[in-house]
């Protein structure tokens, strides 16, 4: 598993995917968080660093199904699948290989907004006016939620070999697992069911964890979606030798 971590993770770094992506992550942040005025801390006043954690799932929700969209779509078109399949490694620890290696590259494109937390710390009015917990909860949620991402899209790379319908397939998935369940849930017709129809999206779950209240509930939640995704792609892969 960690030959193919390493491998995958070196063939983003050795392609312009990865640096793009960053890139795009950190420029589109920086400019809500600094520049435009409806979002700006420096208009709105108040030490905190909602905005980049209100932004950053949306920007996640199309940036990471880039990212993973070449998992196993690539290999297809290549036809190197079969061979990694014939290596003495089992199906799940070549799709954990691929999936840490997505899940990795994500992360490493949050590193440089603690940089944002340092700004906004030393911004404070006193300085350290800022409530560190829910920052803490906030990356918390989004580290699960860019493990949740990933798990998608390396789902939706494993059914497609044309990795634009893979991009497109993880970005509908993504939607309707992040808010898609809230927006049912507004339906009427459900009643008093909605707010458990809500519960199913991972939206309810990132918001009550980004208060800095670590809820076993929640974390449970995020870690038993990226299983059923993960155990999904074995299932697809499995499938092959059908």
């Given at each position: 598993m960690l030959a193919i971590l390493k491998k995958e993770f070196n063939g983003f770094l050795n392609s312009l995917i990865a640096y793009i992506v960053i890139a795009v992550f950190l420029v589109a942040i920086g400019m809500f968080m600094w520049v435009f005025p409806e979002s700006s801390v420096l208009e709105y006043g108040f030490a905190d660093?909602?905005?980049?954690?209100?932004?950053?799932?949306?920007?996640?929700?199309?940036?990471?199904?880039a990212i993973t969209m070449r998992t196993f779509a690539e290999e297809k078109r290549e036809g190197t699948i079969e061979l990694l399949l014939t290596k003495p490694i089992s199906d799940l620890?070549?799709?954990?290989?691929?999936?840490?290696?997505?899940?990795?590259?994500?992360?490493?494109?949050?590193?440089?907004?603690?940089?944002?937390?340092?700004?906004?710390?030393?911004?404070?009015?006193?300085?350290?006016?800022?409530?560190?917990?829910?920052?803490?909860?906030?990356?918390?949620?989004?580290?699960?939620l860019a493990g949740v991402f990933c798990a998608i899209g390396v789902f939706a790379?494993?059914?497609?070999?044309?990795?634009?319908?893979?991009?497109?397939?993880?970005?509908?998935?993504?939607?309707?697992?992040?808010?898609?369940?809230?927006?049912?849930?507004?339906?009427?017709?459900?009643?008093?069911?909605?707010?458990?129809?809500?519960?199913?999206?991972?939206?309810?779950?990132?918001?009550?964890?980004?208060?800095?209240?670590?809820?076993?509930?929640?974390?449970?939640?995020?870690?038993s979606v990226i299983a059923i995704m993960l155990l999904a792609t074995t299932l697809v892969l499995k499938s092959r030798k059908w």
């Open positions: 660093m909602q905005t980049l954690f209100s932004m950053a799932p949306w920007l996640f929700l199309f940036l990471i199904p620890q070549l799709i954990l290989g691929k999936y840490f290696a997505a899940l990795l590259l994500a992360l490493f494109a949050l590193l440089p907004t603690l940089l944002y937390y340092y700004s906004v710390y030393e911004l404070g009015n006193p300085q350290g006016n800022i409530d560190s917990a829910a920052v803490v909860g906030s990356y918390l949620g989004l580290i699960f790379s494993s059914v497609s070999s044309n990795q634009i319908i893979s991009f497109v397939i993880a970005v509908f998935l993504c939607y309707i697992i992040y808010t898609g369940f809230d927006l049912i849930a507004s339906i009427p017709m459900w009643g008093s069911y909605g707010y458990m129809i809500s519960q199913l999206g991972i939206s309810y779950h990132y918001s009550a964890i980004s208060k800095g209240l670590v809820d076993s509930r929640d974390v449970l939640y995020f870690i």
